[in-house]
């Protein structure tokens, strides 16, 4: 009998043990950092600590993909980099294929296979555009959409219809309500007034940006900021006004919302918004230098005002729908007279919610422009390379995340209380010191994401009783990992903290 209980436990451990083994089995990749990449020192360390390396073979420890970083010479392909990835991406393709980077000269490949990252499968057609590899991913996210596109629409008809027996059930219970929002979806707006634009005197110009031209003006006995898009704008003006009518939006550190018409002689959209004193953060620092204290202020105001923006709330039956801004930049953030900053220009944001799939369509529509309209200085190293998914909100408040760490930079770059005799270095925007004011995308891909360099920390700042605890929160603003970086909530924490351990 117990012989026979001894048989069965072998048996069932065998065939545990052939069934298991494949399961444990990890993904091997080629293993080679050369000489030209070894400064890299902290990306090369990244790619050693994916898997353990024994001789040219890495076993990855977390991932299942494998790449390669190729450079062109003498028209061939030599590998710079072989290695596990470091986090996990989506990486279905068997075989290393190519995708152009750095003026083509510059090739990285991602496979799912052992050892698929010893040969890249490279064409010369594949140099012929530089944006192929964005081209690629909007195509396989045309097909995935227009794959969904049934689902949505019958959701979107199932939710209306839905919605209309509420209102109706509400209706019937309370005739006199007046109902500012539809409190049986999270799709919620508020009702804004329509602005004639008679009620307005306007002034002189304060700024211009793509699109818009602003205005300085007054409108009903306050001084306010009016925005205008020329007509063929209408979409740009729809996303802000959007955006600025979600319910709950109003925050002390995101430009309040007056109001939106379109002027009747040539057609063109405005939008009202209450006056910032200073202007843009560019042109604050550009002008003046601050104090550690003022320099607290700015960066704690700014960073509640992304922290509100990418929450979800919920109050009163009224449902703020986390928001990633995506065009965030020190000419897209206003400084008022009491030295705070606010959040403005929503002309790229996403609405992050689950019901709203026809604005996550015209969202990726529109992503292209953003990226090539955008500030190029702020993009994070994902977006850069194009491996952001677009459905995937965590990924596009890492971008707002990364771009916050380069405004903290800016504005305590400006900080006269960090520099030796309070002379703090001229203004200037990140990575221009480095790549020149008119860098381009290539140059910036060469410099953040394939080298992994960022903005120039001053070395005197270790020296600081803050030094380190600056270094260290800018560090974890922009890691190159977009996993591993803080939450807008977080450097928030983080800055208050920052306020009252060293406060001069
Ligand atoms: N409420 C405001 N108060 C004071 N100045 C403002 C205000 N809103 C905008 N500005 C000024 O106008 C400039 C352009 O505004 P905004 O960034 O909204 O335009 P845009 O065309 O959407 O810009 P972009 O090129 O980033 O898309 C700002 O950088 C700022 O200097």
Redesign the pocket.
């Known amino acids: 009998m117990l012989v026979e209980r001894w048989r069965l436990i072998l048996a069932l451990e065998c065939i545990m043990c052939i069934y298991s083994k494949p399961l444990e089995q990890k993904r091997r990749c080629f293993f080679q950092i050369t000489e030209s990449t070894e400064h890299n020192y902290r990306q090369n360390k990244k790619y050693t600590a994916a898997g353990s390396v024994s001789g040219s073979v890495q076993v990855c420890e977390t991932t299942d993909c494998c790449v390669g970083y190729y450079r062109i010479i003498n028209g061939t392909p030599k590998a710079d980099v072989l290695a596990c990835d470091r986090i996990e991406k989506s990486c279905p393709d068997e075989t290393c294929k190519a995708q152009p980077r750095i003026n083509n000269q510059f090739f990285t490949c991602m496979c799912s296979t052992d050892l698929c990252n010893g040969n890249i499968t490279w064409g010369k057609e594949q140099t012929s555009n530089p944006y192929s590899y964005f081209s690629d991913v909007f195509m396989k996210m045309a097909v995935i959409v227009v794959g969904i596109l049934l689902f949505m629409c019958f959701c979107i008809v199932a939710a209306q219809w839905r919605s209309c027996l509420k209102k109706k059930k509400k209706n019937l219970q309370s005739s006199s309500h007046d109902y500012l929002v539809q409190p049986s979806c999270s799709c919620q707006r508020t009702k804004t007034s329509e602005i004639d634009i008679s009620q307005i005197e306007l002034q002189q110009i304060?700024?211009?940006?793509?699109?818009?031209t602003?205005f300085q003006g007054t409108y009903q006995g306050s001084v306010v900021?009016v925005?205008f898009l020329p007509a063929a704008y209408e979409h740009n003006f729809n996303t802000e006004k959007e955006i600025y009518e979600l319910p709950l939006l109003k925050h002390t550190s995101i430009?309040n919302f007056l109001g939106a018409g379109r002027k009747p002689d040539d057609k063109s959209w405005f939008i009202v918004?209450?006056?910032?004193e200073y202007?843009?953060l560019?042109?604050f620092l550009s002008k003046q230098t601050t104090s550690w204290m003022f320099s607290l202020k700015l960066c704690q105001s700014l960073s509640q005002g992304l922290s509100y923006l990418h929450s979800d709330l919920l109050s009163h039956d009224l449902h703020k729908p986390p928001v990633a801004h995506r065009?965030l930049?020190s000419?897209?953030v206003?400084v008022r007279a009491g030295g705070t900053c606010a959040l403005?220009?929503f002309?790229c944001s996403t609405i992050l919610r689950s019901c709203s799939e026809p604005y996550r369509r015209h969202n990726q529509n529109k992503n292209m422009k953003c990226i090539q309209?955008g500030?190029l200085h702020y993009m994070a190293p994902e977006i850069l390379e194009g491996f952001v998914n677009l459905n995937e909100s965590m990924f596009l408040m890492q971008g707002d995340v990364y771009a916050l760490g380069l405004l903290l930079w800016e504005i305590w770059m400006r900080c006269s209380d960090l520099f030796e005799g309070g002379a703090a270095p001229q203004h200037l925007l990140p990575y221009e010191l480095e790549l020149g004011s008119n860098l381009t995308l290539e140059s910036l891909i060469l410099y953040v994401s394939y080298m992994d360099k960022r903005p120039c920390i001053p070395e005197h700042w270790e020296l600081l009783p803050q030094g380190a605890a600056l270094r260290e929160l800018l560090e974890d603003c922009w890691d190159s990992d977009s996993e591993a970086r803080l939450t807008a909530h977080s450097i928030m924490e983080r800055i208050t903290s920052l306020q009252s351990s060293y406060s001069l």
């Open positions: 304060v700024g211009r940006g793509h699109f818009a602003v900021a925005k430009v918004l209450q006056f910032a202007g843009s560019h042109s065009d930049s000419s897209n206003l403005s220009d002309g309209l500030m």
